[in-house]
């Protein structure tokens, strides 16, 4: 098609630039409407709403809710609920209500917003709609990620050039407008159909297009950001999206005139913000006190000597309940720290058919690194019995994609075929015993295999081969620098974390969100590998690191499905085979409590140790569980410092906990570590576990009984329609009008110097903005200034936030000068 005069005109206006140019800055600053999402297979959990953090929270709920459609509060139920079982103190609620300048009751508030919330839905725009169907058709054909059996045509070309190939034989459409000859260019196509509005209205445009189907494009932009494989083979831009988006619309007759308002603050909204500020501050002051309270303790205990064994879990709040259980059991030190375990790398394990980057997805992998077997034998066994299972894996595969076959093999196969279905349904358990019976004298191949941690003097694509001795140096002192080590056990683990489930699509959420969804195995098991090489500790000791000659470092994982926590320990010698033992049984009986409380939390009630063993390891094998386990909901708090400020505490597996030392961290180089990273991903996790609660047929995915997977890349609601990007309400909810997940900001409790981490947040501007803009709240206990506590304001300005705690007769605002 060649494109008309005015269009040619406008593509070369000198004036303001190239038209072209202008096209797709408004094209890029546009795609902050929608939030970034991965493949379902490497689930990251991710703030949906992240690009509108540069506005207040309320005020960006409020715009979201406008371009796509998402509640973003609590419903008046959910208030109702928490208000009642005493979560929101009365008292701080009705302050709230009065800083908001609301004076009825609560009751009538909440009566005021459910009013607000029953509205009828607007009428559907068919043609819309059409353009919707349509579209998410071809999108799900061409991201596609290896499960269709025909791939759609011309792929290698690009989205655009493969759409434009297609959709001259798609039947669902009229070959109208501009669609009757597309440009070759995506550019030129979007030119054309913006030629009737005001480039002021180019901007508008995009983002209420990009956000019809949010899921699908937040799935493509995060795909062009990443690159990768698929990426790099099959490539699509959001520019060519919006070309063959805006060529339907233009096909169908479906307006694309932009809304002319933007959603602003409405008072239902007011009303919600005051009781959700009031719930936040009722477990904050909470939690804080028992912070404070353990400062002041703390700096009287003496030191308890070496511990039985030291171990370090990710942050996760599933290692808080499993790390109280073990102190239980025996003197063991628990530590947190970021489950990639600060070694950034991209991992190829033994089997994998690709390599996945084990490390959170705000930063980039700096290392490849690889496992090697390094045992014939136990290869070979591994190997034959790989074989076996893939075999089986094929046939499996035919009989999905092939129906025909798949009567033919039922019928030959008769009872035993049914007998087998009716097994993994009726006694799930006693399967997975049995598949663990026949696995048991197979070797995993951690068990024969060791990573390539010593650098190689070779590039695996992009990334040098394993790390070399003065990166290996930094690595461990990093681990020991931010969790404040000073005493070593003889045995020291490095617990990374996965889960185990059945039959379920979101198994890689389940997984350390600290590894972009990739189990934390191989993250420790390479740090381990690291401290325990003799030139490492030499050069740690040099800085003032000495880690005693019997001191054993050692990797595991702990199952979060069952509380298992199994040990790597094929490298440890004859001479801890005492200690060896005894952390073994400890950990067993660690899980049995562990266990049962995981289960009263999914069943309610009370339950044996025993039995909450039996039970988890039936979710795990049970494919027709919705709810292997609760993963991080509850979440709420992100506390940083010594465990001993909440050791003998029951958080209820709600916390994200980050060793922290002030003490050995006197110019904050750990703490800006802490602050910059881990506290940003829990914030990602936070929000979009809040925002999958407050509205799940948005922001969430829906009920698991009616999900379809798409791709490999995700699932719809249905036979078809957007990419749900977020969590299921299986994995939030109780009951369908019950959430388990209380939906609360993330509250964040430091352990430092007020001034230090005041320096911290003055080199930040993004750590800054996501305070002064509501997205998390941040409280110091300063144990240099009488163990009181200060709450972040606004501007790196403070609130000293208890008058008792500070001996004071009033609670100044106070504005520390920040270290230069």
């Known amino acids: 098609m060649s494109t008309d005069p005015t269009t040619e005109a406008r593509l070369e206006d000198h004036s303001g630039g190239a038209v072209e140019d202008r096209i797709e800055t408004a094209i890029d600053d546009a795609a902050s409407v929608v939030g970034n999402a991965w493949p379902i297979h490497s689930f990251v959990t991710a703030n949906p709403l992240s690009g509108f953090e540069t506005q207040s929270f309320d005020d960006a709920v409020a715009q979201a809710a406008s371009l796509l459609g998402g509640r973003g509060y609590p419903s008046a139920d959910t208030f109702r609920r928490a208000l009642a079982a005493g979560e929101i103190d009365r008292e701080t609620l009705d302050a709230e209500l009065a800083d908001a300048g609301l004076d009825d009751d609560p009751e009538a508030l909440l009566d005021r917003l459910a009013d607000a919330a029953t509205t009828d839905p607007d009428d559907a725009d068919t043609e819309s709609e059409r353009v919707d169907r349509v579209l998410s058709k071809w999108l799900s054909a061409f991201l596609d990620e290896g499960s269709a059996h025909w791939s759609m045509p011309n792929r290698d070309a690009g989205f655009y050039a493969a759409f434009r190939d297609v959709v001259p034989h798609d039947g669902d459409v009229p070959t109208d407008g501009v669609l009757a000859d597309l440009p070759e260019r995506p550019v030129d196509a979007i030119a054309t159909v913006l030629d009737p509005y005001p480039e002021s209205q180019w901007q508008a445009i995009f983002e209420e297009q990009l956000a019809a189907l949010s899921g699908w494009t937040s799935f493509v932009k995060q795909r062009g950001a990443d690159g990768g494989e698929w990426q790099s083979t099959h490539p699509m831009t959001l520019a060519g999206y919006l070309a063959a988006r805006l060529a339907l619309a233009d096909a169908v007759g479906a307006d694309i005139e932009p809304t002319v308002e933007r959603a602003g603050g409405q008072p239902a909204d007011d009303v919600a913000a005051a009781f959700l500020r009031a719930w936040e501050a009722t477990y904050r002051d909470e939690l804080v006190d028992t912070v404070a309270s353990a400062s002041e303790s703390l700096s009287d205990r003496e030191d308890g000597g070496r511990p039985d064994a030291q171990l370090v879990f990710c942050i996760d709040t599933r290692s808080e309940v499993i790390r109280r259980h073990l102190e239980a059991e025996g003197d063991y030190e628990t530590h947190g720290y970021a489950g990639f375990f600060g070694v950034p790398m991209r991992y190829e394990g033994y089997d994998a058919d690709v390599a996945v980057d084990a490390c959170p997805p705000i930063l980039d992998p700096e290392h490849h690194v690889s496992a090697f077997p390094t045992d014939d034998d136990d290869q070979a066994t591994h190997d034959r019995w790989l074989g076996i299972r893939e075999a089986a894996d094929e046939i ?118 600290a590894c972009a969804g990739n189990p934390g195995g191989p993250n420790a098991r390479v740090l381990a590998a690291i401290c325990n090489d003799p030139d490492v500790q030499t050069a740690l000791s040099e800085r003032g690191v000495d880690v005693p000659e019997d001191t054993v470092f050692l990797a595991g994982e702990h199952n979060t499905t069952t509380d298992e926590v199994e040990l790597y320990d094929d490298h440890v010698p004859e001479s801890h085979a005492e200690d060896l033992e005894q952390l073994r049984a400890d950990l067993a009986a660690a899980r049995e409590g562990a266990a049962a409380e995981r289960v009263e939390s999914m069943d309610g009630g009370d339950v044996r140790d025993d039995e909450g063993v039996r039970d988890v390891e039936r979710r795990a094998a049970d494919w027709a569980e919705p709810r292997p386990e609760w993963g991080l909901a509850g979440n709420a708090a992100f506390v940083v410092g010594p465990r001993e400020l909440t050791a003998d505490v029951d958080l209820d597996g ?65 036979n078809g329609g957007d990419l749900m990007t977020g969590l299921p309400l299986q994995s939030l909810f109780a009951a369908a009008d019950r959430p388990h997940h209380q939906p609360l900001r993330l509250s964040t409790v430091v352990h430092a110097p007020l001034d230090r981490v005041t320096s911290v947040l003055a080199a930040h501007d993004d750590l800054q903005q996501l305070l002064d803009n509501d997205w998390l709240s941040l409280t110091v206990v300063d144990p240099t200034q009488d163990h009181g506590f200060f709450e972040y304001d606004e501007a790196l300005e403070w609130t000293a936030a208890s008058v008792d705690a500070l001996g004071r007769e009033d609670a100044p605002t106070v504005a520390p000068a920040a270290d230069d």
């Open 396 to 513: 499996v595969e035919t009989l999905e994609a092939n129906a025909a076959t798949a009567y033919g093999y039922v019928e030959s196969a008769g009872g035993g075929y049914g007998v087998s279905l009716a097994a993994r349904t009726l006694v799930p358990e006693r399967v997975r015993n049995l598949f663990e019976a026949l696995d048991e004298p197979v070797p995993d191949a951690h068990e024969f295999c060791d990573p390539v941690v010593d650098h190689q003097h070779t590039y695996n694509g992009d990334l040098p081969v394993g790390l070399t001795t003065e990166e290996q140096v930094e690595y461990a002192a990093t681990a020991f620098e931010l969790m404040g080590w000073e005493t070593f056990g003889r045995l020291v683990v490095f617990t990374g974390h996965a889960s185990e489930t059945a039959n379920n699509p979101y198994a890689s959420s389940l997984d350390c969100g």
């Open 654 to 718: 709600r916390a994200f906990l980050h060793s922290y030392d002030h003490s050995t961290d006197p110019d904050g180089d750990a703490l800006e570590a802490i602050l910059t990273g881990p506290m940003v991903v829990t914030q990602w996790i936070n929000a979009q576990y809040y925002f999958s609660t407050v509205d799940n047929a948005v922001y969430g995915s829906g009920s698991k009984v009616t999900q379809n997977p798409v791709g490999n890349v995700g699932v719809y609601q249905g």
